[in-house]
């Protein structure tokens, strides 16, 4: 089993930034492909970004491309999402995800993280 554990959420002014922290902890899977996905009030869980398990591969979605980065250090088990630039409607829950099952852009991994609120004020 392995446990996800998100921090660094939190309220923000738009323009802003933040960093997120998904620490990786449990059964060893070695340095398994992990993503980010946020899900807004009454909305579907929706892809944000995801890197590989050394780090060469990395995808964002269309609407973060160029604010977001993701990235790993596999030495902490840990991958990060700095967040620049937020807008209002980056608001959202933010889940950490490992293991995809299906292409990385689908909300089917095979572990998750309990969330962490991001909230962006206009």
């Known amino acids: ?10 309220l923000v002014q738009a323009g802003g930034s933040l960093r997120l922290s998904c620490v990786a902890s449990g059964r060893t899977f070695g340095s398994g492909a992990m993503a980010w996905f946020r899900q807004a009030p009454g909305k579907e869980r ?12 990395k995808r964002d979605a269309a609407s973060v491309k160029g604010r977001f980065t993701i990235s790993r250090d596999n030495d902490k088990n840990t991958v990060y999402l700095q967040m620049n630039s937020l807008k209002p409607e980056d608001t959202a829950v933010y889940y950490c995800a490992a293991l ?8 089917s991994y095979s572990y998750w993280g ?3 609120q991001v909230t962006v004020s206009s």
């Open 1 to 10: 089993q392995v446990q996800l554990v998100e921090s660094g959420g939190g």
């Open 46 to 57: 929706d892809f944000v970004a995801y890197i590989s398990g050394v780090g060469t591969v």
């Open 100 to 107: 995809p099952r299906s292409n990385y852009e689908f909300p």
């Open 114 to 116: 309990q969330g962490t």
